[in-house]
Nanobody, 124 residues
Framework: QVQLVESGGGLVQAGGSLRLSCAAS??????????MGWFRQAPGKEREFVAT????????AYLDSVKGRFTISRDNAKNTIYLQMNSLKPEDTAVYYC???????????????WGQGTQVTVSS
């Protein structure tokens, strides 16, 4: 069984920063071979892609609206990915989910395992 556990969410003022973490575990889950991603879902909206990284961290992709503000990274020794979020805006408010990909992609169906999510709230 694969578990992805997010942490680091919270309430922050606009312009502030947060760092999300996602720890992966599972007897048959080879974290270091998986592309990993972050998605988010705001109230009343569909879940949207935020960022993804390949197995080594050498290739990344981002939602246009977060480019230059968010950075995805990973530590394969710790089976953990991160999302550093700077210059946060109220429109970044959402539940943020980490996910493990079946290959590489920026849409939900490219991902096979999901965490429970962590709430990020940005006040104006």
């Amino acid at each position: 069984q694969v578990q992805l556990v997010e942490s680091g969410g919270g309430l922050v003022q606009a312009g502030g920063s947060l760092r999300l973490s996602c720890a992966a575990s599972g007897r048959t889950f080879t974290f270091s071979r998986k592309s990993m991603g972050w998605f988010r879902q705001a109230p009343g909206k569909e879940r949207e892609f935020v960022a993804t990284t390949n197995w080594s961290g050498t290739s990344t992709a981002y939602l246009d609206s977060v480019k230059g503000r968010f950075t995805i990274s990973r530590d394969n020794a710790k089976n953990t990915i991160y999302l550093q979020m700077n210059s946060l805006k109220p429109e970044d408010t959402a539940v943020y989910y980490c996910a493990a990909s079946m290959g590489w992609g920026t849409i939900s169906r490219d991902y096979e395992y999901w965490g429970q999510g962590t709430q990020v709230t940005v006040s104006s």
